[in-house]
């Protein structure tokens, strides 16, 4: 293991103040996540776990507490240092997959390219395509997203995630808004990507099933750490013929 872990939560706290009441949404979390571990975040709705990740990826200010992310303490940057570090250091997947529905899948997976005007025009095309055809849909990328089922858009959600190499990705629910067997696809073709890629991979979810699939579960209750457990992992291969369906 690294002696510097790719993320390091230092007693995070959130409250959020409405008039006279106040709400904690968390209460005082740590631990470290080390270089290519997988860790799922679980817990019922309403327990911070969405909240924890949206600090992670500097998406939110804590109340108090540090998030330091490859070494460098973000939870305080401006946002213009913000959003060059995350372009630096994170992938992220969202469950509503956030795709430009005015963009192909193509520039879709191009766009974080565009958006650190990082890399040559030849090697991003190069890279996007690599990814769209890792994820099966090397031949889909001049439709739209409004052309494409709730899979496929997720799938591009996923190959734009990667496309920077990202020693970091986030995840948030990204099969949520899936059924059950473009849900174990996206679970695979996730899993794949983060092993070729070696990334760090936390992954928010309440399915029991897509949290087998982790190194190690965190799980959060009212906003606090409940557990933090190493967890022998199901492998893809596992599920592929299911995947494959």
Do not use: C, W
Request: no cysteine.
């Amino acid at each position: 293991m690294s002696s510097t872990p790719s993320i390091r939560v230092s007693n995070l706290t959130k409250i959020i103040r409405n008039g006279v009441r106040t709400v904690e949404i968390l209460r005082g979390i740590s631990f470290d996540v080390e270089p290519g571990e997988f860790v799922a975040m679980v817990g019922a709705s309403g327990s911070g776990k969405s909240t924890l990740l949206g600090l992670l990826a500097g998406l939110d200010t804590p109340t108090s507490g540090d998030v330091t992310l490859a070494g460098t303490t973000i939870s305080y940057l401006q946002e213009d240092q913000l959003a060059l570090l995350r372009g630096k250091l994170i992938g992220f997947v969202f469950q509503s997959y956030q795709l430009i529905p005015t963009l192909t899948a193509l520039e879709n997976v191009l766009l974080p390219y565009e958006l650190n005007g990082t890399g040559g025009q030849r090697e991003g095309l190069e890279r996007a395509r690599a990814l769209l055809g890792s994820v099966g849909l090397g031949d889909r990328g001049d439709h739209y997203p409004v052309q494409l089922s709730g899979g496929e858009q997720q799938r591009v959600a996923l190959a734009r995630a990667f496309v920077l190499r990202p020693p970091i990705v986030l995840a948030d629910e990204p099969t949520g808004n899936l059924d059950s067997s473009n849900g174990e696809q996206v679970m695979r073709l996730l899993l794949d990507l983060n092993r070729q890629e070696g990334t760090t991979l936390v992954l928010v979810t309440h399915d029991p099933a897509v949290a087998a699939h982790a190194s190690r579960i965190l799980t959060i209750r009212d906003g606090a750490l409940l557990s933090d457990q190493r967890n022998v992992p199901i492998t893809p291969t596992m599920h592929a013929k299911a995947a494959s369906a």
